[in-house]
């Protein structure tokens, strides 16, 4: 079956748009596979340790579950439909693991696999390009069991579940991406302990960053071994735009040590050579940089990619701490889930602010100059080709009596995104596609059900789609190749 490539999928434009895109943008959005799939326990699939996270009292909100989700598993045709009828020209999607390659060892399980050959076939006959995530935190429970991602050996355990997949798949995906915020699946998950696997050690949560960096290290060597040479290989990260709350010294200190734990010590060692020196000293403390980095492992993790995907949802305003109780509360309300724990380590006093007062149904701060900031400033530093792997809003959507949904606080957000996405390409930065989040409302990790991200409204007792206002909008912007 032929490969479509999503950098250089066309599109037809029905109208001059008043901002226009470059010929090939890639429209599109995105999902993750436990937040929509359902169908946890069928055709071989084991738990992940969002599985088990979510049947542990306490740690979901309402005790929410993925088990049925959106029912993806069952129903993907029908979203393929939907999508094609909106005009996406590419869609974002990850594989989950555990359906894959159960216990994280051994051979792959094909109705695991068929699955994903189904549906990447539908997509591909509805003109769809699609985009395969090998990593978006649903990392199988047996393999986190013997130690999870602090463990070396779960880097290794990652490249093989990622030749197994792309040996199976490679002839239909154009565009592999290794991780997927591997922040969160560090910090979230081993520090602050808000996401799975709910572990609260400091020393984890960087032994754990330095394995991700490693299996996605390892992966793209194992890609580049099974894929034609055509595929193309990507990271997403969500690397944060932080800026001092003012021009003090103290404040410019507090962003350095965030800006190094959130997005350096991803960017060193994939795009610059190494860990950068002022990281491992503000965290020497915790960690034996010496004893957990072995040599050649910086050299594996900088393997070359052929694109690199950025999360963007809102900057980081940073200052340093003030000693009061006030001050240090705020230190942990940093949009990441409520925990005495932090997902900050060697810079757990720095404290957090919101960028403004305009923020969505997540407390989220509304702030659009960051995303075209954050691709500029990528372009420059790293020289690829950039994709908008993430961007939208959760909105306290209401289905009107009509039983449509109308969000024009969505479509507003979007919007003021999109014309930064623009900003950034008329600056310079190469940026191929853009992929909204999400296509449907879903299971919003530590949040359940009770918080909407999607273009199209999920009725979670029937599981009927309606999309709303902002679906039929992107579906106009895509016609149109622009904002009007």
Not at 109 to 123: P, Q, S
Not at 299 to 308: K, N, S, V, Y
Not at 349 to 358: G, K, S, Y
């Amino acid at each position: 079956m032929t490969m479509t490539d999503p950098t250089t999928a066309a599109h037809t434009s029905v109208a001059a748009p008043r901002v226009a895109f470059p010929p090939g943008f890639s429209w599109g959005a995105a999902t993750a596979a436990y937040q929509i799939e359902g169908a946890a326990a069928e055709d071989g699939r084991t738990p992940s340790i969002w599985d088990t996270f979510a049947r542990t009292p306490g740690k979901v909100l309402n005790g929410d579950t993925g088990d049925v989700a959106v029912d993806h598993y069952h129903r993907f045709r029908e979203d393929v439909r939907l999508m094609a009828d909106l005009g996406l020209t590419s869609y974002r999607f990850s594989l989950s693991w555990p359906r894959i390659q159960p216990t994280g060892r051994g051979p792959a399980v094909e109705r695991g696999l068929d699955f994903y050959r189904a549906l990447v076939d539908t997509l591909l006959e509805h003109g769809i390009s699609p985009v395969a995530t090998l990593y978006h935190w649903d990392l199988p429970q047996d393999l986190e069991e013997a130690g999870g991602w602090p463990v070396r050996e779960t880097a290794y355990r990652f490249a093989e579940y990622a030749s197994l997949a792309a040996s199976a798949l490679g002839d239909r995906i154009p565009v592999w991406t290794t991780l997927n915020e591997p922040w969160c699946s560090a910090f979230l998950g081993y520090g602050s302990g808000v996401h799975a696997p709910g572990r609260t050690d400091p020393a984890d949560a960087l032994k754990a960053a330095h394995h991700l960096n490693l299996g996605h290290g390892l992966a793209v060597g194992a890609l580049r071994e099974v894929l034609p040479a055509s595929a193309k290989i990507a990271v997403s990260l969500n690397l944060h735009l932080v800026r001092p709350l003012t021009d003090t010294a103290e404040d410019r200190e507090a962003a350095r040590r965030i800006e190094a734990v959130g997005n350096r010590i991803w960017t060193g060692p994939m795009f610059k050579g190494g860990y950068d020196e002022d990281l491992k000293a503000d965290t020497a403390h915790i960690v034996d940089w010496d004893e957990l980095v072995r040599p050649g492992d910086e050299a594996e993790i900088g393997r070359p990619i052929d694109l690199l995907g950025l999360n963007y949802y809102n900057p980081t305003v940073v200052s340093a701490p003030n000693g009061d109780a006030e001050t240090a509360e705020a230190a942990r309300n940093d949009g990441h889930g409520d925990s005495e724990f932090s997902c900050w380590p060697g810079s757990e006093d720095v404290v957090f602010h919101l960028a403004n007062d305009d923020v969505t149904a997540m407390g989220w701060p509304i702030d659009a100059t960051g995303l075209s900031d954050s691709l500029v400033g990528m372009h420059n530093d790293f020289g690829l080709p950039l994709l908008v792997t993430e961007n939208g809003a959760a909105f306290e959507d209401v289905v009107g009596p009509d039983g449509e949904v109308d969000d024009p606080e969505r479509v507003r957000y979007v919007e003021l995104h999109l014309q930064a996405v623009a900003d950034a390409i008329e600056a310079g930065a190469d940026v191929r596609g853009y992929y909204l989040w999400s296509f449907l409302d879903n299971f919003e990790w530590a949040y359940g059900y009770s918080k909407r991200f999607g273009i199209v409204h999920v009725d979670y007792e029937t599981q009927q789609r309606t999309p709303k206002t902002s679906a039929r909008w992107y579906a106009e912007v895509i016609r149109r190749g622009g904002l009007a």
